[in-house]
């Protein structure tokens, strides 16, 4: 049970260290970076794992 709660947990630090990153990227780069397109690339594929984590936990009865 422990496993899922700390992978979200995880999976959620790095949302939030891309999207710094992100920041970082927009005011040294400008809006055309590459950098921040692939920060927002990685931010929405992790947006994915984590909902998908989510549900699966609720789905499986280890969160809720």
Same mark, same amino acid.
């Given at each position: 049970i422990m496993w899922l709660q700390l992978?979200?947990?995880?999976?959620?630090i790095a949302m939030v260290a891309s999207l710094a990153m %992100?920041? %970082?990227?927009?005011?040294?780069d400008g809006a055309s970076s590459?950098?921040?397109l692939v920060s927002l690339k990685w931010r929405i594929g992790l947006a994915c794992v984590l909902m998908a984590l989510i549900i699966f936990g609720f789905w499986s009865g280890q969160l809720g």
């Open positions: 992978l979200i947990a995880a999976v959620f %992100g920041a %970082g990227f927009l005011l040294r590459r950098r921040l």
